[in-house]
């Protein structure tokens, strides 16, 4: 029998690995599940997580199930895959996907789970691996209001604004033209180092007017440095902020928008992708960018 009380985690990555640790220090139950059962284990042993071999075995014994992993065909694996998430829970759970997905997928995914009278939120978060550290993450959810309230304790537990923004597939695009506006203002700030490089500009006086100015931005205040180290270390990566860019301009197409800004951004986080950068943080986008 399921326990409302408890939480089945599938998706132990950079972002999913710190979320996790924030329920249980939240003082929730947690049953833990990730592809590499070895990451898994070294999270149950710091953080007092129960560990499960297979995303049914994590359902089985939760009243919630939490999935954050890379896209919807790795989100329709752990819920419908063989024993996936979906074989484990029955009449009554709830699936809140906290990953970034297009919002078509997040409705396809919410009516299939209906059949089995089973809830769904589309709860997407912005915030790189520092702000899921610290718990103060952004999450704007998509689904019906009784579902959200539900979750609420769960997702204030991992975030410091949490929204209902609306029916669903409403929070993942609010992410992805939020992700998109990110890595639009990335690109841009790339493009202005670059051009400042070659200039022979001194990168520490354009940086201190620009902060000063209408040109300054949270992208520049996170980005800058990394972007003139060439450090690139990865808190969000490059290949996760291109298949959002991607996303965000399939849903305009769908819907008869045209976003030339974002289609450019596109081509320079695939040409950085082409160069090898995918894994890397997507502040080598600077890398596409010829001096």
């Not at 990555?13 to 070294?42: F, H, K, P, Q, Y």
């Not at 669903?168 to 990335?186: D, E, P, R």
């Not at 270390?233 to 849903?251: S, T």
């Amino acid at each position: 029998m399921s326990d409302p009380a408890r939480v089945a985690f599938l998706g132990l990555g950079i972002m999913g690995s710190r979320m996790a640790a924030n329920l249980t220090r939240a003082g929730v139950d947690v049953v833990a599940w990730n592809r590499t059962r070895a990451r898994a284990e070294e999270l149950a042993d710091e953080h007092g997580m129960i560990v499960a071999a297979t995303p049914a075995e994590a359902a089985e014994a939760a009243g919630a199930v939490i999935t954050m992993v890379v896209d919807s065909p790795q989100v329709e694996e752990v819920l419908f895959g063989p024993s996936g998430a979906a074989d484990g829970l029955s009449a009554g759970g709830l699936v809140i996907d906290m990953t970034t997905i297009a919002p078509t997928a997040s409705r396809r995914l919410a009516e299939r789970l209906a059949r089995d009278g089973i809830g769904f939120l589309d709860a997407p978060v912005t915030g790189s691996a520092p702000r899921a550290e610290d718990a103060t993450l952004t999450i704007m959810a998509g689904g019906a209001a009784e579902h959200f309230e539900r979750a609420k304790p769960l997702l204030e537990a991992m975030g410091r604004l949490v929204l209902h923004v609306g029916p669903q597939g409403h929070g993942s695009m609010i992410k992805l033209l939020n992700n998109t506006v990110a890595a639009v203002n990335a690109a841009a700030l790339a493009e202005a180092l670059t051009m400042a490089e070659t200039a022979e500009l001194d990168l520490d006086a354009l940086t201190a007017v620009m902060s000063a100015g209408s040109g300054g931005s949270t992208m520049l205040d996170l980005k800058g440095g990394p972007m003139r180290e060439r450090s690139f270390e990865p808190l969000f990566k490059l290949d996760h902020m291109l298949k959002d860019v991607r996303h965000c301009l399939a849903e305009a197409r769908a819907l008869g928008a045209t976003l030339p800004l974002a289609t450019r951004a596109e081509e320079l986080y695939a040409k950085a992708a082409a160069g090898g950068r995918g894994e890397e943080d997507f502040a080598a986008v600077i890398e596409a960018l010829d001096k």
